[in-house]
């Protein structure tokens, strides 16, 4: 079993930063520690007039989450006027000690999902960062220090994929979240459900989103806002654009107009200024995508960005083209044409992914008479790579289980309990 961690840098591969891994008795007292501080960290009451304040700067997510906590997690009453002689109502009641396993590729935003709620609910947090960004956990811990939470209440723990099991498979820890890839997502479940606890498991995971622009969306704004939605952190999001469907009528003009915007691009050192594109985050990563694209390229796409444009490219941990037909996570569009909605609608729900899905419109009636028929967790219209706080984030199919953000997301890290008082016992 591996006993440490080292970050690689993507754009220049050198190592950044170690982290020693504990060992299963360390473990042990790490999760005992979490579990005690639980029971007092619990019946605190929500610090609703100074908390905001103190994470004013993390983002507005956490600052909505923090706005609506008290609403989303009080008492649920029954009115008596249904029963005369009884009082009732529904508790939400922490879990106890909630595992939230957070990605490299948005690790503040991702984090903030799960952890805000958690914490806001009553739970302790052990946040195991991805080892490809170890320290951004350690921050936002640093910062809760800072603030004032108890000790033990948040714990950032860097762990192998065997303690990670150990971890799910842990009587004290309660509640897991996870973010991340679908097979990764599996090998959680699976471990949790190896406790025979059955645990509560929320899975946010891979996605392959399409989009599909309509005959009379605005053309110059669709392209500009897809490429930002494909190539953005260099396609590196779980909601990032991975397919793009295209009316027949504007097909042309569309692909050649995005084509001229991406090769406005500059591949390179995300650090130096002016560029727009940078590495993917590992050198199998890259590798991974460049398969891809050469087995789409022999099935019969056609490659629209000249691999020449982006010299760097070349090397291992650099990737730029334009054409794939499985998940990605890299900067990938695939534009094809469509003859209307129905062809767009079919090919949007050929996928066993549904995170989200865009159409681009000027006409509202239409969009609208398209949503239900979209299998997708959201669904956009002329907008898409975007994470609204007051919504549900959630996915079908193979893009997991379970929600956060909005009010909802409260329900995930807690339980309901049901109180049943009857006020007028006989005598």
Request: glycine residues 6%; aromatic residues 8%.
């Amino acid at each position: 079993m591996a006993s440490s961690q080292t970050t690689i840098i993507p754009h220049s591969q050198k190592p950044f930063v170690t982290r020693e891994y504990p060992s299963e008795d360390e473990l042990n007292a790490i999760i005992a520690a979490a579990a005690d501080a639980q029971n007092s960290w619990s019946k605190t009451a929500l610090p609703l007039s100074q908390t905001p304040g103190e994470l004013r700067g993390f983002v507005d997510r956490a600052n909505y989450l923090l706005s609506i906590a008290e609403s989303c997690l009080q008492d649920i009453p029954l009115t008596e006027s249904d029963k005369p002689g009884f009082r009732r109502y529904i508790r939400r009641v922490p879990y106890g000690v909630a595992f939230l396993i957070v990605p490299w590729n948005y690790p503040y935003l991702t984090t903030v999902n799960s952890l805000i709620p958690a914490l806001l609910a009553g739970n302790t947090a052990l946040l195991k960062p991805s080892p490809q960004t170890p320290l951004t956990a350690e921050r936002i811990s640093e910062a809760f220090q800072r603030a004032g939470l108890p000790e033990n209440v948040l714990q950032v723990v860097h762990l192998s994929p065997e303690l990670v099991k150990y971890a799910c498979r842990h009587p004290s820890v309660k509640y897991i979240s996870f973010t991340g890839s679908v097979s990764g997502g599996r090998d959680i479940d699976q471990a949790a459900a190896a406790s025979g606890d059955f645990k509560t498991v929320g899975l946010e995971l891979g996605g392959k989103d399409p989009a599909y622009v309509r005959a009379d969306a605005n053309v110059d704004y669709a392209v500009a806002e897809l490429v930002d939605g494909a190539l953005f952190n260099s396609g590196q999001s779980c909601c990032a654009v991975e397919r793009i469907y295209v009316h027949e009528a504007i097909f042309d003009e569309f692909t050649r107009k995005f084509v001229d915007l991406v090769k406005t691009y500059k591949l390179g050192d995300p650090t130096e200024s002016g560029i727009s594109l940078g590495p993917v985050v590992s050198v199998a990563s890259a590798k991974r995508i460049r398969d891809q694209v050469q087995r789409a390229v022999a099935a019969g796409a056609k490659p629209l960005i000249p691999e020449e444009l982006f010299p760097v490219a070349k090397s291992e941990q650099f990737l730029a083209m334009d054409v794939v037909t499985e998940e990605t996570f890299g900067p990938i569009a695939p534009i094809m044409k469509v003859s209307g909605d129905e062809e767009a609608v079919q090919l949007m729900n050929d996928s066993k992914y549904g995170l989200t899905a865009s159409v681009w419109t000027t006409d509202e009636a239409a969009f609208e008479s398209l949503v239900d028929k979209i299998d997708a967790g959201t669904v956009f219209s002329n907008r898409c790579d975007y994470l609204d706080p007051a919504l549900a984030w959630t996915g079908v199919k193979h893009s997991g289980r379970g929600i956060s953000l909005s009010k909802y997301g409260f329900d995930q890290v807690t339980r309901a309990k049901s109180v049943h008082i009857k006020t007028s016992p006989p005598p």
